[in-house]
Protein backbone atom coordinates (compact mmCIF):
# COMPACT_ATOMS: atom_id res chain seq x y z
CA UNK A 1 0.00 0.00 0.00
CA UNK A 2 1.22 3.91 -1.15
CA UNK A 3 1.66 6.07 1.81
CA UNK A 4 3.43 9.62 2.36
CA UNK A 5 4.46 10.06 6.04
CA UNK A 6 3.26 12.94 7.79
CA UNK A 7 4.43 15.18 10.61
CA UNK A 8 1.62 16.14 13.07
CA UNK A 9 2.31 19.88 14.46
CA UNK A 10 0.73 19.84 18.27
CA UNK A 11 -0.33 22.35 20.61
CA UNK A 12 -1.29 21.35 24.49
CA UNK A 13 -4.40 23.39 24.97
CA UNK A 14 -7.18 24.91 27.24
CA UNK A 15 -8.71 21.67 27.95
CA UNK A 16 -5.46 19.76 28.15
CA UNK A 17 -6.00 17.95 24.76
CA UNK A 18 -3.01 17.52 22.09
CA UNK A 19 -4.57 19.49 19.09
CA UNK A 20 -3.11 20.34 15.64
CA UNK A 21 -2.84 19.51 12.12
CA UNK A 22 -0.70 17.25 10.43
CA UNK A 23 1.69 17.87 7.15
CA UNK A 24 4.10 16.00 4.55
CA UNK A 25 7.13 15.22 6.21
CA UNK A 26 9.03 16.99 3.04
CA UNK A 27 7.42 19.84 3.67
CA UNK A 28 9.33 19.77 7.10
CA UNK A 29 11.31 22.56 6.53
CA UNK A 30 8.99 25.07 5.22
CA UNK A 31 6.75 24.51 8.13
CA UNK A 32 9.20 25.19 10.82
CA UNK A 33 9.02 28.69 9.61
CA UNK A 34 5.40 28.89 8.64
CA UNK A 35 3.73 26.97 10.21
CA UNK A 36 0.41 25.73 9.76
CA UNK A 37 -3.00 27.41 9.80
CA UNK A 38 -4.92 28.14 13.16
CA UNK A 39 -7.49 29.97 14.08
CA UNK A 40 -8.31 31.69 17.55
CA UNK A 41 -11.92 30.18 17.98
CA UNK A 42 -9.89 26.51 18.40
CA UNK A 43 -9.34 27.82 22.05
CA UNK A 44 -12.36 27.32 22.66
CA UNK A 45 -12.73 23.78 21.95
CA UNK A 46 -13.86 22.03 25.15
CA UNK A 47 -12.42 18.39 25.89
CA UNK A 48 -16.05 17.06 24.77
CA UNK A 49 -15.71 18.70 21.43
CA UNK A 50 -17.93 21.35 22.12
CA UNK A 51 -17.21 25.12 21.35
CA UNK A 52 -17.37 27.97 24.32
CA UNK A 53 -18.57 31.23 23.84
CA UNK A 54 -15.60 32.84 22.26
CA UNK A 55 -14.48 36.57 22.04
CA UNK A 56 -13.01 35.72 17.94
CA UNK A 57 -16.02 34.21 16.57
CA UNK A 58 -14.92 33.46 13.44
CA UNK A 59 -12.16 36.25 12.73
CA UNK A 60 -8.97 36.44 13.08
CA UNK A 61 -5.99 33.41 11.68
CA UNK A 62 -3.03 32.44 13.70
CA UNK A 63 0.13 29.89 13.16
CA UNK A 64 1.14 27.12 14.90
CA UNK A 65 4.46 26.76 14.30
CA UNK A 66 6.63 23.35 15.31
CA UNK A 67 9.79 23.46 17.08
CA UNK A 68 12.10 21.36 15.97
CA UNK A 69 13.62 20.65 19.80
CA UNK A 70 10.24 18.97 20.35
CA UNK A 71 9.77 16.17 17.67
CA UNK A 72 8.48 12.68 18.33
CA UNK A 73 9.35 9.94 16.03
CA UNK A 74 8.59 6.48 17.54
CA UNK A 75 8.60 3.47 15.12
CA UNK A 76 6.60 0.46 16.95
CA UNK A 77 7.40 -1.97 14.60
CA UNK A 78 4.61 -3.46 14.45
CA UNK A 79 3.63 -2.67 10.72
CA UNK A 80 1.62 0.48 11.63
CA UNK A 81 3.19 3.70 10.76
CA UNK A 82 5.91 5.25 12.96
CA UNK A 83 4.38 8.02 15.14
CA UNK A 84 5.93 10.99 14.12
CA UNK A 85 4.75 14.46 15.84
CA UNK A 86 6.34 17.85 17.08
CA UNK A 87 4.78 20.12 19.86
CA UNK A 88 4.87 23.59 18.68
CA UNK A 89 3.85 27.71 19.53
CA UNK A 90 0.59 29.44 18.51
CA UNK A 91 2.04 32.76 16.94
CA UNK A 92 0.21 35.88 15.76
CA UNK A 93 0.78 36.46 11.79
CA UNK A 94 3.35 38.40 12.67
CA UNK A 95 5.53 35.89 14.72
CA UNK A 96 4.82 37.36 18.38
CA UNK A 97 3.73 34.57 20.84
CA UNK A 98 -0.33 34.26 20.72
CA UNK A 99 -1.61 35.14 24.80
CA UNK A 100 -3.60 31.60 24.78
CA UNK A 101 -0.71 29.44 23.54
CA UNK A 102 0.00 27.44 26.46
CA UNK A 103 3.44 27.00 25.75
CA UNK A 104 4.12 30.81 25.06
CA UNK A 105 2.23 31.06 28.72
CA UNK A 106 4.95 29.15 30.08
CA UNK A 107 7.79 30.13 28.62
CA UNK A 108 6.81 33.62 30.32
CA UNK A 109 6.42 32.44 33.54
CA UNK A 110 10.07 30.83 33.24
CA UNK A 111 11.80 33.98 31.70
CA UNK A 112 9.77 35.82 35.01
CA UNK A 113 11.84 33.52 37.53
CA UNK A 114 15.10 33.64 35.83
CA UNK A 115 14.84 37.04 36.08
CA UNK A 116 13.96 37.43 39.18
CA UNK A 117 16.24 34.45 41.19
CA UNK A 118 18.63 33.64 38.61
CA UNK A 119 17.25 30.43 38.55
CA UNK A 120 16.27 27.92 36.11
CA UNK A 121 13.23 25.64 36.99
CA UNK A 122 13.96 21.32 36.45
CA UNK A 123 10.65 19.66 36.98
CA UNK A 124 9.49 16.20 36.14
CA UNK A 125 5.80 15.06 36.45
CA UNK A 126 4.68 11.77 37.50
CA UNK A 127 1.57 10.38 35.81
CA UNK A 128 -0.89 8.06 37.39
CA UNK A 129 -3.36 6.65 34.80
CA UNK A 130 -5.72 3.39 34.47
CA UNK A 131 -6.55 0.77 31.50
CA UNK A 132 -10.14 1.51 30.71
CA UNK A 133 -10.83 -2.42 29.79
CA UNK A 134 -10.67 -4.42 32.69
CA UNK A 135 -7.79 -6.79 33.52
CA UNK A 136 -8.27 -10.67 34.78
CA UNK A 137 -6.31 -10.19 38.01
CA UNK A 138 -7.88 -7.94 40.95
CA UNK A 139 -6.05 -6.83 44.37
CA UNK A 140 -2.78 -6.50 42.49
CA UNK A 141 -1.90 -3.08 44.20
CA UNK A 142 1.97 -2.89 43.85
CA UNK A 143 2.16 -6.60 42.63
CA UNK A 144 4.10 -8.20 40.72
CA UNK A 145 1.27 -10.58 38.79
CA UNK A 146 -0.05 -7.33 37.93
CA UNK A 147 3.28 -5.77 36.57
CA UNK A 148 3.38 -9.11 34.63
CA UNK A 149 -0.10 -8.95 33.52
CA UNK A 150 0.94 -5.73 31.58
CA UNK A 151 4.36 -6.21 31.27
CA UNK A 152 4.24 -6.13 27.40
CA UNK A 153 2.14 -2.77 27.65
CA UNK A 154 5.26 -1.72 30.22
CA UNK A 155 8.11 -2.60 28.07
CA UNK A 156 6.83 -1.02 24.80
CA UNK A 157 6.06 2.20 26.71
CA UNK A 158 9.60 2.15 28.14
CA UNK A 159 10.96 1.55 24.94
CA UNK A 160 8.66 4.38 23.38
CA UNK A 161 9.59 6.78 26.09
CA UNK A 162 13.43 5.91 24.94
CA UNK A 163 12.76 6.30 21.30
CA UNK A 164 11.28 10.06 21.74
CA UNK A 165 14.41 11.24 24.05
CA UNK A 166 13.05 10.79 27.17
CA UNK A 167 15.07 8.74 30.18
CA UNK A 168 12.16 6.84 32.19
CA UNK A 169 12.67 6.49 35.86
CA UNK A 170 9.83 3.62 36.79
CA UNK A 171 7.11 1.83 35.89
CA UNK A 172 4.54 0.90 39.03
CA UNK A 173 1.42 -1.31 39.22
CA UNK A 174 -0.45 1.13 41.73
CA UNK A 175 -2.67 1.16 44.32
CA UNK A 176 -5.79 1.13 42.14
CA UNK A 177 -7.64 -1.16 39.70
CA UNK A 178 -5.63 -1.17 36.95
CA UNK A 179 -3.63 1.64 38.03
CA UNK A 180 -0.24 2.16 36.79
CA UNK A 181 2.36 5.21 37.41
CA UNK A 182 4.99 6.24 34.62
CA UNK A 183 7.77 8.96 36.02
CA UNK A 184 10.33 10.13 33.53
CA UNK A 185 13.74 11.97 35.00
CA UNK A 186 13.81 15.43 35.36
CA UNK A 187 13.90 18.22 32.46
CA UNK A 188 14.64 21.86 32.08
CA UNK A 189 12.17 24.71 31.59
CA UNK A 190 9.48 24.23 29.23
CA UNK A 191 10.89 21.24 27.77
CA UNK A 192 9.72 19.44 31.27
CA UNK A 193 5.94 20.23 30.47
CA UNK A 194 6.98 19.08 26.48
CA UNK A 195 7.89 15.96 28.17
CA UNK A 196 4.41 15.09 29.99
CA UNK A 197 2.49 15.56 26.63
CA UNK A 198 4.72 13.18 24.95
CA UNK A 199 4.80 10.97 28.26
CA UNK A 200 0.11 11.20 28.10
CA UNK A 201 0.63 10.61 24.13
CA UNK A 202 3.10 7.81 24.28
CA UNK A 203 1.07 5.96 27.16
CA UNK A 204 -2.22 6.16 25.10
CA UNK A 205 -0.15 5.08 21.80
CA UNK A 206 1.63 2.00 23.45
CA UNK A 207 -1.65 0.63 24.99
CA UNK A 208 -3.55 0.80 22.03
CA UNK A 209 -0.90 -1.12 20.65
CA UNK A 210 -1.70 -3.96 23.37
CA UNK A 211 -4.89 -4.26 23.12
CA UNK A 212 -5.72 -1.41 25.49
CA UNK A 213 -7.10 2.19 26.05
CA UNK A 214 -5.53 4.23 28.78
CA UNK A 215 -7.32 6.91 30.39
CA UNK A 216 -5.89 9.44 32.69
CA UNK A 217 -9.36 10.58 34.08
CA UNK A 218 -9.06 12.28 37.23
CA UNK A 219 -10.99 9.78 38.94
CA UNK A 220 -13.05 6.90 37.19
CA UNK A 221 -14.90 5.77 40.77
CA UNK A 222 -15.57 8.35 43.63
CA UNK A 223 -15.25 5.01 45.70
CA UNK A 224 -11.82 3.79 44.36
CA UNK A 225 -8.43 5.87 43.51
CA UNK A 226 -8.25 8.86 41.59
CA UNK A 227 -5.04 9.98 39.21
CA UNK A 228 -2.93 12.56 39.94
CA UNK A 229 0.19 14.46 38.54
CA UNK A 230 2.75 15.23 41.04
CA UNK A 231 4.91 17.48 39.81
CA UNK A 232 8.63 17.55 41.46
CA UNK A 233 10.56 20.86 40.96
CA UNK A 234 13.91 21.95 41.92
CA UNK A 235 16.08 25.28 40.77
CA UNK A 236 19.77 25.36 39.53
CA UNK A 237 21.75 28.31 38.43
CA UNK A 238 24.94 29.18 37.12
CA UNK A 239 26.86 27.87 40.01
CA UNK A 240 25.10 25.11 40.70
CA UNK A 241 21.86 23.52 42.62
CA UNK A 242 19.59 25.78 44.67
CA UNK A 243 16.55 24.26 46.04
CA UNK A 244 18.03 23.29 49.28
CA UNK A 245 20.29 24.81 52.05
CA UNK A 246 21.46 22.71 55.28
CA UNK A 247 20.95 25.34 57.38
CA UNK A 248 17.05 26.99 55.72
CA UNK A 249 14.09 25.80 57.10
CA UNK A 250 13.69 21.89 56.27
CA UNK A 251 16.80 22.54 54.45
CA UNK A 252 14.61 24.96 52.17
CA UNK A 253 16.82 27.84 50.62
CA UNK A 254 15.58 31.05 50.66
CA UNK A 255 14.57 30.54 47.25
CA UNK A 256 12.81 27.79 47.77
CA UNK A 257 10.85 28.88 51.05
CA UNK A 258 9.47 32.15 48.81
CA UNK A 259 8.89 30.10 46.11
CA UNK A 260 6.52 27.76 48.00
CA UNK A 261 5.00 30.36 50.14
CA UNK A 262 3.82 31.75 47.05
CA UNK A 263 2.81 28.87 45.68
CA UNK A 264 0.53 27.86 48.99
CA UNK A 265 -0.75 31.44 49.30
CA UNK A 266 -2.39 31.40 45.63
CA UNK A 267 -3.00 27.88 45.63
CA UNK A 268 -6.73 28.32 45.83
CA UNK A 269 -6.79 30.76 42.80
CA UNK A 270 -4.43 28.43 40.86
CA UNK A 271 -6.44 25.13 41.33
CA UNK A 272 -9.26 26.07 38.28
CA UNK A 273 -5.48 25.48 36.11
CA UNK A 274 -4.36 22.57 37.45
CA UNK A 275 -7.24 20.73 38.57
CA UNK A 276 -9.35 21.94 35.93
CA UNK A 277 -12.54 19.13 35.32
CA UNK A 278 -15.78 18.85 37.14
CA UNK A 279 -14.20 15.55 38.79
CA UNK A 280 -11.19 16.95 40.04
CA UNK A 281 -13.26 18.01 43.19
CA UNK A 282 -14.11 14.49 43.64
CA UNK A 283 -10.51 13.33 44.43
CA UNK A 284 -9.25 16.77 45.83
CA UNK A 285 -10.84 15.40 49.57
CA UNK A 286 -9.61 14.91 52.24
CA UNK A 287 -8.09 11.34 53.22
CA UNK A 288 -7.50 10.59 49.30
CA UNK A 289 -3.68 11.19 49.10
CA UNK A 290 -3.93 14.01 47.39
CA UNK A 291 -4.81 17.31 48.40
CA UNK A 292 -7.20 19.51 50.53
CA UNK A 293 -5.39 22.24 52.53
CA UNK A 294 -2.98 24.68 51.21
CA UNK A 295 0.15 23.19 53.32
CA UNK A 296 3.61 22.06 53.25
CA UNK A 297 4.20 18.71 53.90
CA UNK A 298 7.63 16.89 54.98
CA UNK A 299 6.40 13.30 54.78
CA UNK A 300 2.74 13.69 54.26
CA UNK A 301 0.97 12.61 51.00
CA UNK A 302 -2.01 14.40 51.59
CA UNK A 303 -0.05 17.93 51.83
CA UNK A 304 -0.91 19.99 48.36
CA UNK A 305 2.97 21.07 48.41
CA UNK A 306 5.66 18.42 49.84
CA UNK A 307 9.06 18.64 50.34
CA UNK A 308 10.30 15.29 48.81
CA UNK A 309 12.93 12.61 50.67
CA UNK A 310 16.68 12.24 49.55
CA UNK A 311 18.49 9.60 49.46
CA UNK A 312 22.38 10.61 49.47
CA UNK A 313 24.04 11.66 52.12
CA UNK A 314 26.56 13.94 50.99
CA UNK A 315 26.27 17.74 50.89
CA UNK A 316 26.76 17.34 46.91
CA UNK A 317 24.38 14.62 46.34
CA UNK A 318 21.21 16.61 49.22
CA UNK A 319 21.51 19.35 46.99
CA UNK A 320 21.13 17.68 43.42
CA UNK A 321 18.23 15.68 44.91
CA UNK A 322 16.70 18.09 46.66
CA UNK A 323 12.99 18.95 45.57
CA UNK A 324 9.69 20.01 45.91
CA UNK A 325 6.54 18.26 44.56
CA UNK A 326 3.12 19.95 43.86
CA UNK A 327 0.32 17.49 44.33
CA UNK A 328 -2.65 19.61 43.84
CA UNK A 329 -2.62 19.07 39.76
CA UNK A 330 -4.42 16.20 37.45
CA UNK A 331 -4.33 15.30 33.82
CA UNK A 332 -7.46 17.28 32.51
CA UNK A 333 -4.71 19.96 32.58
CA UNK A 334 -2.08 21.14 29.90
CA UNK A 335 0.91 20.53 31.52
CA UNK A 336 2.79 23.64 30.34
CA UNK A 337 -0.62 25.77 31.73
CA UNK A 338 -0.58 23.83 34.97
CA UNK A 339 3.40 24.24 35.01
CA UNK A 340 3.19 27.76 34.56
CA UNK A 341 0.35 28.77 37.09
CA UNK A 342 2.71 27.53 39.54
CA UNK A 343 5.90 29.08 38.82
CA UNK A 344 3.94 32.44 38.40
CA UNK A 345 2.67 31.77 41.89
CA UNK A 346 6.43 30.99 43.25
CA UNK A 347 7.82 34.09 41.76
CA UNK A 348 5.10 35.86 43.07
CA UNK A 349 6.42 34.46 46.47
CA UNK A 350 10.02 36.15 45.77
CA UNK A 351 8.74 39.18 44.71
CA UNK A 352 6.77 39.25 48.01
CA UNK A 353 9.65 38.55 49.88
CA UNK A 354 7.45 35.70 51.76
CA UNK A 355 9.03 33.61 54.54
CA UNK A 356 9.30 29.86 53.99
CA UNK A 357 6.00 28.01 55.10
CA UNK A 358 6.41 25.49 58.55
CA UNK A 359 5.33 22.35 57.90
CA UNK A 360 2.50 20.85 59.29
CA UNK A 361 2.13 17.66 61.01
CA UNK A 362 -1.32 17.21 61.79
CA UNK A 363 -4.90 16.19 59.85
CA UNK A 364 -6.05 19.72 58.72
CA UNK A 365 -9.45 17.88 58.23
CA UNK A 366 -9.61 18.05 62.05
CA UNK A 367 -9.65 21.69 62.22
CA UNK A 368 -12.46 23.76 62.37
CA UNK A 369 -12.89 27.05 59.69
CA UNK A 370 -11.85 29.30 62.16
CA UNK A 371 -9.30 27.03 63.47
CA UNK A 372 -7.49 26.88 59.61
CA UNK A 373 -7.74 30.28 59.19
CA UNK A 374 -6.02 31.31 62.75
CA UNK A 375 -3.14 29.10 61.43
CA UNK A 376 -3.26 30.68 57.88
CA UNK A 377 -4.89 27.55 56.08
CA UNK A 378 -8.04 27.87 53.68
CA UNK A 379 -9.55 24.48 52.68
CA UNK A 380 -9.24 24.51 48.90
CA UNK A 381 -12.13 24.51 46.35
CA UNK A 382 -14.50 22.06 46.45
CA UNK A 383 -16.00 22.18 42.75
CA UNK A 384 -14.74 23.47 39.65
CA UNK A 385 -17.35 26.43 40.22
CA UNK A 386 -15.40 27.93 43.35
CA UNK A 387 -12.53 26.78 41.90
CA UNK A 388 -13.46 29.38 38.68
CA UNK A 389 -14.58 32.29 40.71
CA UNK A 390 -11.47 32.28 43.11
CA UNK A 391 -9.68 32.53 39.97
CA UNK A 392 -11.25 35.04 38.04
CA UNK A 393 -11.74 37.63 41.48
CA UNK A 394 -7.61 37.52 42.31
CA UNK A 395 -6.45 40.10 40.26
CA UNK A 396 -2.78 39.35 41.22
CA UNK A 397 -3.62 35.83 39.57
CA UNK A 398 -5.42 36.87 36.51
CA UNK A 399 -2.60 39.58 35.92
CA UNK A 400 0.16 37.32 35.22
CA UNK A 401 -1.54 36.16 31.88
CA UNK A 402 -3.24 38.18 28.70
CA UNK A 403 -5.70 40.67 29.36
CA UNK A 404 -8.48 38.10 28.03
CA UNK A 405 -7.25 34.70 29.26
CA UNK A 406 -9.35 34.90 32.59
CA UNK A 407 -12.39 35.98 30.73
CA UNK A 408 -12.11 32.75 28.02
CA UNK A 409 -10.67 30.48 30.61
CA UNK A 410 -14.13 31.06 32.44
CA UNK A 411 -15.80 30.65 29.62
CA UNK A 412 -14.20 28.02 28.32
CA UNK A 413 -14.38 25.71 31.46
CA UNK A 414 -18.18 26.81 32.16
CA UNK A 415 -19.43 25.37 28.53
CA UNK A 416 -17.32 22.02 29.42
CA UNK A 417 -19.80 21.57 32.52
CA UNK A 418 -22.75 22.86 30.96
CA UNK A 419 -22.28 19.46 28.55
CA UNK A 420 -22.47 17.39 32.13
CA UNK A 421 -25.06 19.43 33.64
CA UNK A 422 -27.61 16.67 33.54
CA UNK A 423 -25.88 13.91 34.07
CA UNK A 424 -25.21 12.21 37.77
CA UNK A 425 -21.63 11.44 39.42
CA UNK A 426 -20.81 8.04 37.68
CA UNK A 427 -21.84 9.16 34.32
CA UNK A 428 -19.45 12.42 34.35
CA UNK A 429 -16.92 10.37 35.20
CA UNK A 430 -17.74 8.07 33.08
CA UNK A 431 -17.94 11.03 30.22
CA UNK A 432 -14.51 12.14 31.10
CA UNK A 433 -12.73 8.72 31.63
CA UNK A 434 -13.96 8.47 27.30
CA UNK A 435 -11.88 11.97 27.00
CA UNK A 436 -8.72 11.92 28.94
Not at 26 to 50: A, E, H, S
Not at 181 to 200: M, N, Q
Not at 390 to 417: C, I, L
Request: proline fraction near 6%; charged fraction near 20%.
Amino acid sequence: MIRKPMIFAATSDLSGKTRGKAFPADQLQKRLTRGMGWVPTNVQITCFDTIADSPFGSFGDLALVPDATAQVHVDFEDGTPPEHFMLGDIRTLDGQPWGFCTRSILRQALERLEKLSGARLLAAFEHEFQFAKGATLIHQGFGLQGHSEHAQFGETLIAALELAGLQPDSFICEYGPDQFEVTIAPEEGIKAADSAVITRELVRMSARRTGQQATFTPIRDVASVGNGVHVHMSFVGESGPMTYDPDGPNGMSELTGAFSAGVLKYLESILALTAPSVISYERLTPHRWSAAYNNLGLQDREASLRICPVTAKDPHGIARQFNIEYRAADAAASPHLALAAIVHAGCQGIEENLAAPQVTEEDLSLLSGEDLAAKGFVRLPETLEEALARFASNPTVTGWFDPQFADVYVAHKKAEAAFLENMDTAQRCAAYEEVY
